[in-house]
Each structure stands twice: as structure tokens, then as C-alpha cells.
């Protein structure tokens, strides 16, 4: 390719979904405090190893405090986050659409490949939310507080929403990418949660 039509396509005007992305780095990059936390949001959702290790650190309470179906339920969360980041991965070499490239799109850390289509932090992050309330919900009677009982909506809607915020404004992924993300998560934690009903 040539230095004019480098240069040509460099002098692009942004368009569709490149134009809501550089919309929401202006309203919110400049911010204090949100591109770190954006960043510590990518690093803990990094090939949901951070999930799995919360799946895991709240599997092992319950095993201490003697709730095997909490703990059963935390392993099932550190599981369905694991097969919704492989879902997304395999789904991402099939499709191969690109991340953001446009100059006007600042790029705020490093991702581990090219590849854009799903979000495949916004897949893990939305399994592990709706698994992990689920099983912070576990139990009944007494042990069952009213906090615990908010869990399956209160833990995906303080987690969610946020990790894919921050794939915006660190200008990693389309709006699409991380829709498509979460939706997909969404159905991969409706997989886990029906394979564990057929099992009771």
C-alpha cells in the first residue's frame, strides 16, 4: 500500500460504530480514575482467569462453612465462565472481524489478539455474573439472608454493565462486539443452569 493511500484512509471521517466509539471515549476516557479502573477491569477478565479464581475462592468458603450446593453452584460458575471465553474464542476465528483501527479511536491496553468479534471479556464477564449470583443465592431457611436472595440480579448488574463500558472506552471492541459478547454469555450460563437442572 502506498504512503497517498495510507494517508487517504488516515483522513477518513469516522463512521457507524467507529463514531459511537470515539462518542463514548470523549464522554468518559477523560475522567479521573476511569481509565485505570478500566484497565484493572480488562486485567481481571483477561481469559476469565479472575472469574474463575473468584469461582474458586467461593467454592472453597462454602466448603468450609459446610453449603455443598453453594459450593457446587461456585464450581459451576468457574466452569461456565471458562466455556464462555472458549465459546467466544472459537467464534472470533470463525467470524475475524478486526478490532478498532481508526486514528481518532485511542487504544488504552494491549490485547492478546487482533480479533474483535465477540467481546470475549464481555462473554466470560456476563456467564460469571449471572453464575456467580446464582450461586451466591444458594441456600434456604435461615442461612438464606435477604441480601443473598438479591444476588442473581444485584451481581450482574454491578459487574456487567461496567466490563463492557471499559472495552469502549479503551476502544478495544465495537458496540456490537461486546452486545454480541454479553448475549452470548448470557446463553452460555442458560446452558450451565439447565444441564444443572436435568441433574436434580
Known amino acids: 500500500m502506498s504512503t497517498e493511500s495510507t494517508d487517504a484512509t488516515a483522513r477518513q ?4 460504530e467507529e463514531k459511537i466509539l470515539i462518542g463514548v471515549q470523549s464522554a468518559l476516557a477523560g475522567r479521573p480514575g476511569v481509565l485505570p479502573a478500566a484497565r484493572g477491569l480488562s486485567h481481571l477478565g483477561e481469559h476469565a482467569l479472575g472469574w474463575m479464581g473468584l469461582a474458586a475462592a467461593g467454592a472453597l468458603v462454602a466448603t468450609a462453612t459446610g453449603e455443598p450446593e453453594r459450593c457446587r ?3 459451576e ?10 465459546a467466544s474464542v472459537v467464534l472470533k476465528r470463525i467470524v475475524r472481524r478486526k478490532r478498532p483501527h481508526h486514528p481518532d479511536i485511542a487504544i488504552g491496553v494491549g490485547t492478546p ?3 474483535s468479534f ?14 456467580l449470583g446464582r450461586a451466591a443465592a ?12 438479591l444476588a ?10 461496567p466490563m463492557l463500558a471499559s472495552r469502549l472506552v479503551l476502544g478495544v471492541h ?17 446452558a450451565v443452569i439447565a444441564a444443572d437442572m436435568l441433574d436434580k
Open 13 to 16: 471521517a469516522p463512521r457507524g
Open 73 to 75: 453452584r461456585y464450581l
Open 77 to 86: 460458575a468457574g466452569v461456565g465462565a471458562f466455556g464462555a471465553h472458549a
Open 113 to 115: 489478539s487482533k480479533l
Open 118 to 131: 465477540p467481546s470475549s471479556h464481555a462473554t466470560s464477564t456476563t456467564a460469571a455474573a449471572i453464575l
Open 138 to 149: 444458594a441456600g434456604t431457611g435461615a442461612e438464606r439472608s435477604r441480601l443473598r436472595r
Open 152 to 161: 442473581p440480579v444485584a451481581v450482574p448488574a454491578l459487574i456487567v454493565p
Open 174 to 190: 465495537y458496540p456490537s462486539d461486546v452486545a454480541a459478547g454479553a448475549l452470548l454469555g448470557a446463553a452460555s450460563a442458560g
